[in-house]
């Protein structure tokens, strides 16, 4: 890959990475194939991860109970009205994508990479063990029609947190999806969450450490934010504790990007929760000025993205 940094932007921007690749403005159309979560439903556990709202985690995505092309057209008008002639990816975000019979993930995939002639990849969010390996191959078979891109939620290496927010799945799960994944080539774009109740700094850049060992392709980075009518939001408003301020999010984040291998690509520094739904914190909601503040720091200290990683 060129190099896509520059003198503004000190670290792999998923702008324009696609800028690169597509020599134009690419963006995601969520859409809501209706499925549910093996860590809600009992499958794997009950009552799903502690932060996750109603929404499993997919609160901007389309309502489930209108056919996929509805949900396309309407996401699509509202953003051509931001930038005309981009491409698109159809982005399967809320719950876990994969959990279903393999027939009914024919349907829906095979139904979303023809909604319109400018999809040029399809996203699909999921847990590392719901990837079983009749799903896998078929995965690998349509990413040779379409690039497959797959999401996939870590939040944390650390064992005691990921029992603490209720991940139902340990490390090993995870690194193992990783390489299966890999081995059919298909991208693997990996979720992590800072802020979460006892993780020290340390430990959030541990966890990037962990994630430069595997073959992973793109990282969201998420600052953690309690929404109502979930269980961490709820056990937050009965006996607060503190969250990341602005400032301390940006140095363990400028930290985690001078550590990051400098072939990944950010998808996502920040969190993003509908302002409806925020408990706290509430300097969440100004996405730019979290972003300015990462910009800017790194910018003083003249490093890149992978700037620790190269010398250690
Ligand atoms: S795995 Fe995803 S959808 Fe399921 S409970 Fe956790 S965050 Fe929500």
Redesign the pocket.
């Known amino acids: 890959m060129m190099n896509i940094m520059n003198a503004e932007k000190h670290y792999n921007t998923l702008s324009n990475y696609y800028q690169w690749k597509y020599g134009k403005k690419v963006y995601k159309i969520a859409l809501n194939g209706g499925f549910t979560?093996p860590?809600?439903d009992g499958t794997v556990a009950r009552g799903?991860?502690t932060?996750?709202s109603f929404m499993?985690?997919g609160d901007f995505a389309g309502n489930k109970h209108e056919p996929l092309i509805k949900q396309f057209e309407m996401q699509k008008i509202m953003m051509e009205n931001k930038w005309q002639n981009g491409l698109y990816i159809a982005y399967f975000q809320a719950?876990?994508n994969t959990h279903a019979p393999l027939s009914k993930l024919k349907t829906l995939f095979e139904e979303a990479i023809t909604l319109n002639p400018k999809i040029v990849m399809l996203s699909i969010a999921t847990?590392p063990d719901s990837l079983p390996e009749d799903v896998l191959d078929y995965l690998a078979e349509l990413n040779t029609r379409v690039p497959v891109q797959i999401e996939l939620?870590l939040q944390t290496i650390h064992q005691q947190t990921s029992d603490l927010i209720n991940?139902a799945h340990d490390l090993k799960c995870f690194d193992d999806a990783v390489a299966k994944l890999r081995m059919r080539h298909i991208e693997v774009i990996v979720h992590i969450i800072n802020g979460l109740h006892h993780e020290t700094k340390t430990m959030m850049v541990d966890t990037i450490k962990h994630i430069n060992t595997l073959d992973i392709q793109g990282i969201k980075i998420h600052m953690l934010h309690l929404m109502q009518k979930t269980k961490m939001g709820h056990d937050y408003v009965q006996n607060p504790w503190h969250l990341l301020t602005l400032e301390e999010y940006v140095d363990i984040t400028v930290e985690q990007i001078l550590w990051l291998r400098k072939d990944v690509i950010i998808h996502r520094l920040t969190g993003d929760a509908p302002s409806h739904m925020l408990i706290a914190p509430h300097w969440t909601k100004k996405k730019f000025v979290v972003i300015n503040e990462i910009d800017k720091r790194l910018r003083m200290l003249n490093l890149y993205q992978g700037a620790y990683n190269e010398v250690s």
């Open positions: 979560c860590n809600i799903g991860c932060f996750c499993g985690s719950n876990t847990r939620g991940r």
